[in-house]
T-cell receptor
């Protein structure tokens, strides 16, 4: 069991480009969470998804950000028209159960916007 | 609204000394509290949760609802305890296992 896999580990984009971050949860986990960590700050919740459904996107910026977790394949966090302020570490976590608070985290994707 | 505060960004102790990492929270409902740890070059992982009332690697944490605190304690720190520690909160009224994290405390245990 390889755990939560995120790719790429590092992603460099120029302002205005699109960034696509991928997350494969632990095998058998159907709950996926995305968090963002800005420099010198803690992890901030962005979105919670189950297979094919967005359950809670209250932490997502209203524009340019979207997330999906299709029936087949990894979860994708998509940022359109990136700006310098989007530079951060993006972490994905998965869980088997929706209530026990035990999340398995990936190693994160470091997004740098030039 | 949920909020978790870890007042110390950095904490340094000597090996064998007691250590306490502070965590305070604010939440109007019934909270569940967790400690997550990130060792150097490793992923963030669950250390312990208050509902289990367990001791992991010698660490314990007691939920004090009167003081709204969930401090992490260990009587005798070891060098391998050096890591980043995050306190986290989940509310029964919130969705799934969504967690609100504090900003973390970097613990360094010196030889």
């Amino acid at each position: 069991n390889a755990g939560v896999m995120q790719n790429p580990r590092h992603l460099v984009r120029r302002r205005g480009q699109e960034a696509r971050l991928r997350c494969s949860p632990v095998k058998g986990h159907s709950h996926v969470y995305w968090y963002r960590q800005l420099p010198e700050e803690g992890l901030k919740f962005m979105v919670y998804l189950q297979k094919e459904n967005i359950i809670d996107e209250s932490g997502m910026p209203k524009e340019r950000f979207s997330a999906e977790f299709p029936k087949e394949g990894p979860s994708i966090l998509r940022i359109q028209q990136v700006v310098r302020g989007d530079s951060a570490a993006y972490f994905c976590a998965s869980s088997w159960d929706s209530q026990n608070g035990k999340l398995f985290f990936g190693s994160g994707t470091q997004l740098s916007v030039l | 609204a949920q909020r978790v505060t870890q007042p110390e960004k950095l904490l340094s102790v000597f090996k064998g000394a007691p250590v306490e990492l502070k965590c305070n929270y604010s939440y109007s409902g019934s909270p569940e509290l967790f400690w997550y740890v990130q060792y150097s070059r490793q992923r963030l992982q669950l250390l312990l949760r208050h509902i289990s009332r367990e001791s992991i690697k010698g660490f314990t944490a007691d939920l004090n609802k009167g003081e709204t605190s969930f401090h992490l304690k260990k009587p005798f720190a070891q060098e391998e305890d050096s890591a980043m520690y995050y306190c986290a909160l989940s509310g029964r009224e919130t969705s799934g296992s969504r967690l609100t994290f504090g900003e973390g405390t970097q613990l360094t245990v010196n030889p």
